[in-house]
């Protein structure tokens, strides 16, 4: 064996070593990370916090001064420059002419009827607070009308970024009834996200998706709930992935909006299936995740606002906060462009298409009204930080609980069902929707409550 052979041979011996021992570090499963349960969030020195268990019935309320200062800053609207000639209606961003008659409607036709139903709808459910870990927290508690026969099953919903407690508000009845078509029947909490609404933003560094996950299962056993069933979507869903890897036994299943497996693993076994997508999906969803080139095309065209919010959050807040016009703009953006790429070029944004424009106002309302936008885009700037995205290897820790994964065509985020189940090992359910988007509950409510009891159903049955 010549010089050179032999020199070739320990290269692909080495190469080879060193593939196998990276492989099997990224498929050598990780310890759930011992959790601090009474982490302080709130202002000032934890060592003189005096801890308010108390629950505390909350109203929304605001006087007329509020809304009449809304009015007239809805009324000096800027001036806005003119959509450019022969670009898509949203391909620059917010059409402006779109957004003179939303500014025009939320002026003379929803304002005026705040007092007499907009915010009587909002405080339909009823609505508490109660501090956890230092931070008030606002959340939604429906208890069913259930007859005896019934099983209860608590159920919990989390919402993500520009969303907040007004995504479920389709929902809840269809959770909350008596229906035939199911035996049991969901106790429904639904809380604003720490930062988000009504729920206190952390003062200090690091309350990321992982650390809130902590507060969501606190405040579940502060309500009486020590085991229940999560739904999430967008930061919802990473939360729930949390609290399904962390409390295996406190949490029953889980039920996701768009989930998602980011880490080496999952990756790598993305561009082998791109290769075969016919091995891994069914031929009539390839579509959903591939190919590669189309999903990174939009994630390049889409993803600006979570470079900003995950590098300079309080910047791009100090221009969004009190500021109802950028406000509506930026946040309504998403709700176009996230519900269907295909938006971008319509001159409406397909908003309505998708949505009650009063409803999407109730959402912007929440952000103006609370003034929360700059402390609910830090999650950004936590979660893409090294604290949280290498602190536990998430993707590497199993997550053991059943669960259900709802896809919906025109989400930001599609996950083969074979990286998935490199996390989820006990993924019990997936289904794809031809129709919706990242916000599907607020779209279609009635296809995540059918896919929700389904999944529910199943786990009832083998537990």
């Given at each position: 064996?010549?010089?050179?052979?032999?020199?070739?041979?320990?290269?692909?011996?080495?190469?080879?070593?060193?593939?196998?021992?990276?492989?099997?570090?990224?498929?050598?499963?990780?310890?759930?990370?011992?959790?601090?349960?009474?982490?302080?969030?709130?202002?000032?020195?934890?060592?003189?916090?005096?801890?308010?268990?108390?629950?505390?019935?909350?109203?929304?309320?605001?006087?007329?001064?509020?809304?009449?200062?809304?009015?007239?800053?809805?009324?000096?609207?800027?001036?806005?420059?003119?959509?450019?000639?022969?670009?898509?209606?949203?391909?620059?961003?917010?059409?402006?002419?779109?957004?003179?008659?939303?500014?025009?409607?939320?002026?003379?036709?929803?304002?005026?009827?705040w007092s007499t139903e907009r915010e009587p709808y909002l405080n339909r459910y009823p609505h508490f607070k109660t501090q956890i870990q230092g931070l008030d927290i606002h959340y939604i508690h429906i208890r069913p009308n259930a007859d005896q026969q019934k099983t209860v099953i608590p159920l919990l919903l989390l919402h993500g970024?520009?969303?907040?407690?007004?995504?479920?508000?389709?929902?809840?009845?269809?959770?909350?009834?008596?229906?035939?078509?199911?035996?049991?029947?969901?106790?429904?909490?639904?809380?604003?996200?720490?930062?988000?609404?009504?729920?206190?933003?952390?003062?200090?560094?690091?309350?990321?998706?992982?650390?809130?996950?902590?507060?969501?299962?606190?405040?579940?056993?502060?309500?009486?709930?020590?085991?229940?069933?999560?739904?999430?979507?967008?930061?919802?869903?990473?939360?729930?992935?949390?609290?399904?890897?962390?409390?295996?036994?406190?949490?029953?299943?889980?039920?996701?909006?768009?989930?998602?497996v980011i880490g080496t693993l999952a990756t790598l076994k993305t561009m082998i299936a791109s290769f075969f997508p016919w091995v891994f999906i069914e031929e009539r969803h390839i579509g959903y995740y591939f190919p590669l080139q189309s999903y990174f095309k939009e994630i390049l065209l889409e993803s600006g606002y979570m470079h900003?919010?995950?590098?300079?959050?309080?910047?791009?807040?100090?221009?969004?906060?009190?500021?109802?016009?950028?406000?509506?703009?930026?946040?309504?953006?998403?709700?176009?462009?996230?519900?269907?790429?295909?938006?971008?070029?319509?001159?409406?944004?397909?908003?309505?298409?998708?949505?009650?424009?009063?409803?999407?106002?109730?959402?912007?309302?929440?952000?103006?009204?609370?003034?929360?936008?700059?402390?609910?885009?830090?999650?950004?700037?936590?979660?893409?930080?090294?604290?949280?995205?290498?602190?536990?290897?998430?993707?590497?820790?199993?997550?053991?609980?059943?669960?259900?994964?709802?896809?919906?065509?025109?989400?930001?985020?599609?996950?083969?069902?074979?990286?998935?189940?490199?996390?989820?090992?006990?993924?019990?359910?997936?289904?794809?929707?031809?129709?919706?988007?990242?916000?599907?509950?607020?779209?279609?409510?009635?296809?995540?409550?059918?896919?929700?009891?389904?999944?529910?159903?199943?786990?009832?049955?083998?537990?």
């Open positions: 064996m010549g010089l050179g052979t032999q020199f070739l041979c320990l290269f692909v011996g080495c190469i080879s070593l060193t593939g196998y021992q990276y492989y099997r570090e990224i498929t050598t499963p990780l310890p759930v990370p011992t959790v601090k349960f009474d982490e302080y969030w709130g202002p000032g020195d934890a060592a003189f916090y005096q801890g308010n268990t108390s629950i505390r019935p909350f109203k929304i309320s605001y006087n007329t001064s509020v809304i009449q200062k809304l009015i007239r800053q809805l009324t000096d609207v800027p001036h806005l420059a003119a959509p450019l000639e022969g670009a898509g209606a949203f391909e620059y961003g917010f059409n402006s002419d779109r957004l003179q008659e939303i500014i025009h409607y939320w002026r003379e036709q929803y304002l005026p009827k970024w520009p969303g907040s407690v007004r995504e479920f508000y389709d929902i809840i009845p269809l959770l909350t009834s008596s229906s035939h078509e199911k035996d049991f029947t969901f106790e429904v909490i639904v809380p604003s996200l720490p930062g988000f609404g009504w729920s206190q933003g952390s003062a200090k560094v690091g309350l990321g998706g992982q650390k809130m996950a902590i507060i969501m299962k606190n405040l579940m056993e502060r309500i009486g709930h020590k085991r229940f069933f999560v739904h999430g979507g967008d930061w919802g869903a990473l939360i729930t992935d949390v609290m399904g890897t962390y409390f295996s036994k406190n949490v029953l299943g889980i039920h996701q909006s768009g989930c998602g900003i919010q995950a590098t300079k959050p309080d910047t791009i807040g100090t221009v969004l906060v009190g500021n109802p016009v950028g406000l509506a703009a930026y946040i309504l953006e998403k709700f176009s462009t996230q519900t269907n790429r295909a938006f971008r070029m319509l001159p409406d944004g397909g908003l309505e298409r998708a949505f009650n424009l009063d409803a999407l106002l109730d959402n912007v309302m929440i952000y103006y009204l609370t003034d929360s936008i700059t402390t609910s885009q830090r999650i950004y700037m936590e979660a893409f930080s090294k604290r949280e995205l290498f602190a536990g290897e998430l993707e590497r820790i199993p997550n053991m609980v059943p669960t259900a994964c709802a896809k919906f065509k025109h989400d930001v985020l599609h996950t083969i069902d074979w990286a998935l189940r490199g996390h989820y090992t006990n993924l019990v359910q997936s289904n794809h929707f031809d129709e919706g988007g990242h916000f599907s509950v607020m779209q279609l409510p009635e296809v995540v409550y059918r896919d929700l009891v389904q999944f529910v159903g199943k786990v009832l049955k083998t537990s």
